[in-house]
């Protein structure tokens, strides 16, 4: 789709503020995301999670968690579809 958009300067800046902000908010998310994956790694270790695990993610709407090679693998969800990590 193209076309245009006719905006003040202000409203310009308050969405290019919006946009850095988000950005810092997803790199903070997904920053938690991989601390909780150490720690869930830890737990798998000391007992056997699968049955809970397969129980959370059938309730979860936002992430689902797996166990990849003994370790734990948090997997964001937007609207079903997971959310990559971009390397920026």
Do not use: P, W
Not at 35 to 54: G, K, P, S
Not at 66 to 71: A, W
């Amino acid at each position: 789709m193209t076309g245009t958009v006719t905006m003040t300067i202000s409203d310009y800046e308050t969405l290019k503020l919006g946009a850095q902000a988000s950005k810092i908010e997803r790199t903070g998310l997904l920053k938690a995301a991989k601390e909780l994956e150490v720690f869930l790694t830890f737990l798998i270790t000391r007992e056997n999670i699968d049955e809970h695990l397969t129980e959370f993610n059938s309730y979860s709407t936002t992430c689902k968690v797996r166990i990849v090679d003994g370790r734990a693998k948090i997997e964001l969800l937007d609207n079903g579809k997971i959310i990559e990590d971009e390397e920026d």
